[in-house]
């Protein structure tokens, strides 16, 4: 356990050091986020006017409610997509030639790929984390029901961020061709997890793809929690699915790895790229 | 305990051709990289790892690295096994691959082997102490905060040999680890190997620069092909290069007498004899044979009445036994202890 602390230590410092502060990072993960959003905003605020559309969609009612809406969704697909680019970032270690550096050493292959979904969550979404709080406040859309409903949707979004960002890793080590999931987890995961529109409003197939990715139920928890005053059981629903999702992501991740490194083995296919 | 790695007939096959994942099954074809290898890597001492391109010495150092499965066979690092405890293997040996891409670009040389130390769990008290020793080694103390990309690929090579070292390893595996580096700077890194090996270390290295190899290796292996075809000491394999020393003589003018006598001379010792005429049509014999017979010929075309006019022995080399071993039928021929 010391130890894999140590290698989660490590890579996190060589995160920060590969990506903190760059160009990518603030333009990805801050700037097209917020043009996004403000598109997406701007895009449905005709739709306020829509007759009866308060009693169909309650956030639809005020403009402050959509944005904090939407902007919720934003934030919590950025969690996300910031472990897609670290995962694809982590994919190039095998054409650098420090991918085989890392299985030549005793640490932790979970630890290692963990780390690196951690390392790159803080250091990709701590701006924006900052961006949104802030926003938050000074907008006065927070509605929530317990003080510790703050630390359950922070919770609700970082584990299985965290998480999903380590199945991911685990998924492109060792595949050289799974660079279309960054295009497949951009655009489709923004609509299919309810990031722009309610989940109600989607066909029952596109709500049960939706629902297989942790993300989905992480901005259930997000909004029930801090824009609609939800109380634990009344976000007890998608964070038991959040549970299980992540459950069965860290079985996936631990079945990959050994997978992964023993087909690698096996074909030598560790160098190449 | 043994204090070695030791294989026994290993062998490794890799899929060439493998089915598509929805068509699980055997892979369709298979081309045997090494065939039933049987090595002994003892601590404190340099061994080598001899071959052509393709003979194998990669893929070998790979599996004994863990980074590849041996296909069959056994593998043992200190006695553990390379398979079933490969976590343990993997503290106790280190890999040095010639090139430069083995350290990360965006961090210093010391965020580099710090990095590593973390990863190979050295004792944090000792690990500061173990990096500044180490770029001391390599030399690159005046660059230890500078990132790597700012590197030459002389001084990168350079941090990727401190990086090896990172884990004080009982075993350290060199693939062709001076490979481009400028003469001094392999110089050094010869110095360092040797140095390793007095303290105890026991060390595998493949090279291509075969003066690098007969400096260095107490005990060498011949492989071809993915087996072993010979094995001893530089001399024992060097002797193994038959006809290798050359005497090449020529006359100041031809002498019926000399023909003769030198072909008896070659006849009674088992030499190959080859005779010409160099550019100023002058006559010319050249005797290939495991003994230098240069005394003997000189002696032989003097007494015969001939007048010598240029006289040049080329002694065999490492390099001619591994290519005529190579050449050679892949039967083992194992020499020395």
Known sequence: ?273 | MTSAIATYDLCKTYPVVERPWWKPGKPLRAAPAVDGLSLRIPAGQVTGLLGLNGAGKTTTIRMLATLLRPTSGRATVDDLDLVKDAREVRRRINMIAGGERMVYARLTARENLWYFGQLYDVPKAQLKARIAELLALVGLEHATDQRVERYSKGMRQRLSIARGLINRPAYLLLDEPTLGLDAPIARDLRAVVAELARDGVGVLLTSHYLAEVEQLCADIFVIAAGRLVARGTPAELTALAERRHTVEVTLAAPVDDVDHAVGTLAMRTGAQLTTGVDDELRPRYTLRHSADLAGELATTIVTAGGAITRLEVTPPTLEDAVIALADAAPEPSVVGS
């Open chain 1, 1 to 273: 356990m010391r130890h894999a602390l140590r290698v989660i230590g490590a890579e996190a410092f060589k995160q920060h050091r590969r990506i903190f502060g760059g160009p990518l990072v603030v333009f990805s993960m801050l700037i097209w986020p917020v043009l996004q959003l403000a598109t997406t905003y701007y895009t449905m605020l005709p739709l306020l006017e829509t007759p009866g559309i308060g009693q169909r969609w309650p956030v639809a009612a005020e403009p402050v409610r959509l944005l904090a809406f939407l902007a919720a969704g934003a934030f919590a697909y950025m969690f996300y997509f910031s472990l897609v680019q670290s995962a694809w970032h982590f994919s190039f270690e095998r054409i650098s030639g420090t991918m085989e550096l890392l299985f030549l050493s005793p640490a932790s292959r979970f630890a290692l790929v963990l780390a690196n979904g951690t390392g790159a969550l803080v250091q990709n979404t701590w701006l924006a984390g900052c961006f949104a709080v802030a926003a938050a406040s000074a907008s006065g859309s927070l509605h929530v029901a317990h003080p510790g409903m703050y630390a359950v949707a922070a919770l609700a979004l970082v584990i299985p961020a965290v998480v999903w960002g380590t199945f991911l890793n685990s998924l492109l080590l060792f595949s050289r061709d799974s660079a279309f999931l960054y295009t497949l987890l951009d655009d489709p995961l923004w609509f299919v997890a309810g990031v722009r529109l309610p989940l109600f409003a989607m066909p029952f197939a596109i709500k049960a793809i939706g629902l297989a990715f942790p993300l989905t139920s992480s901005l259930a928890v997000l909004r029930g929690a801090l824009l609609d005053a939800e109380s634990l059981s009344g976000v007890a629903g998608p964070l038991g699915l959040l549970g299980i999702l992540c459950l069965l992501l860290v079985a996936g991740t631990a079945a990959l790895l050994r997978i992964g490194e023993a087909r690698a083995q096996r074909t030598g296919s560790m160098q190449l790229y």
